[in-house]
């Protein structure tokens, strides 16, 4: 397909309703990719367009494109992250999985030396992450419940921590093999039950864990999923 052929393509699918397309469309913009004339308010448009379609993963595009890109200057930085902050704040509320799992992170200050930690919006933000995957969904709405991994690694570690709620290492477990079932080849899931397994929350097996954390071996760890799934049910 000629690069022209594509671009009537992408827009006249993204003028149609397709939220797919109107991210595209808006990265584009954002970009100045493929034949596209750069336009930061033309990118916003589009993402604003791909929610009102059911796209709630456009608030993390969104975000980002405040973060990365809106702002200029000695400022440009601390503008960025108020911004952006405040449109994760409206995902959050709007259903989106990716938004509430994405501001957790931010207030837990993980590797976000701007953002002053706040461990008890963190844990409301994973929460409601968790919140938004359990309600009827919504047809036509996509609320990114492939962000659900990072919520509960973040709930994990405030839960091993005690940052923001009270610390529960059986919790902090669950939640932390909850990461690891949908998403098991994930390294920072893999330092966090290292962690906990050399602290002895696997028991006699403790050891073993930790070494297979620490070796990413995928199966031994499935394995004691499986050991803990036939004790309280699935996770």
Known sequence: MKPEEDILRIRQRAEDGDAVSQVELGSKYLLGDSGFEKDIA???????????????????DKANLYHYWYFSGANALQLGVKKAEEVLNIGCEDYS?????????????????YLPADYKKAVWCYERAFEIAE??????????????TQAACGLASMYWHGYGIEK????????????????????????????????????????????????HDINVLWQFLSMIEEQVGFL
């Open 135 to 148: 309600m009827s969904p919504i047809k036509g709405v996509s609320t990114g419940k492939e962000h659900l």
């Open 97 to 113: 999985i990716g938004a509430a799992a994405e501001l957790g992170d931010w207030y837990a200050n993980f590797n976000r030396d």
């Open 42 to 60: 033309k990118a916003i448009y589009w993402y604003d367009q791909a929610i009102s379609s059911g796209w709630k993963n456009a608030y993390l």
């Open 168 to 215: 529960d290492e059986n919790k902090a477990l669950v939640y932390a093999l909850k990461s690891f079932k949908d998403c098991p080849h994930a390294k920072v899931t893999h330092d966090l039950l290292k962690e906990m397994f050399d602290h002895g929350v696997g028991g006699a097996m403790s050891k073993n864990l930790s070494y297979a954390c620490g070796s």
